[in-house]
């Protein structure tokens, strides 16, 4: 059974940094991608980013990609994101998801933050990022 948990939220002054981990157990496939999204209250779910584990391809929210970063350990399954100079509008619960590749494994990355939730098989419950001035 595949778990997504994703950990590192809490409060930061407003220009901190912050640096979630989203940890996935029992993710015993070949190949996946791993997306970062978050959800502020009262507003649709924004993508922030995604990483490909087994190529390191990653892709960014054109208006955050100034300010997240997002790295694998693979070894430990572990997906992590960064951010840096953060505002009071980064505040939100952020969740990871998968989505599996399977087939011939041709994926365009740059699409994967504008899929729908449905389209992932697994997500994490999230962890909530409060950025006060």
């Known amino acids: 059974q595949v778990q997504l948990v994703e950990s590192g939220g809490g409060l930061v002054q407003s220009g901190g940094s912050l640096r979630l981990s989203c940890e996935a157990s029992?993710?015993?496939?070949?190949?996946?991608?791993i997306a970062w999204f978050r959800q502020v209250r009262g507003t649709e779910r924004e993508g922030v980013s995604c990483?490909?584990?087994?190529?390191?391809?990653?892709a960014f929210a054109d208006a955050l990609k100034d300010r997240f970063d997002i790295s694998a350990d693979n070894s430990k399954k572990t997906v992590y994101l960064q951010g840096h100079r953060l505002k009071p509008e980064d505040t939100g619960v952020y969740y990871c998801a998968v989505l599996l590749i399977l087939g011939n494994g041709r994926i365009n990355i740059a699409t994967i933050l504008s899929r729908h939730d449905a389209e992932f098989d697994y997500r994490g419950p999230g962890t909530q990022v409060t950025v006060f001035s």
């Open positions: 990483i490909r584990p087994s190529s390191g391809d990653t």
């Open positions: 029992g993710l015993n496939y070949r190949d996946y991608v």
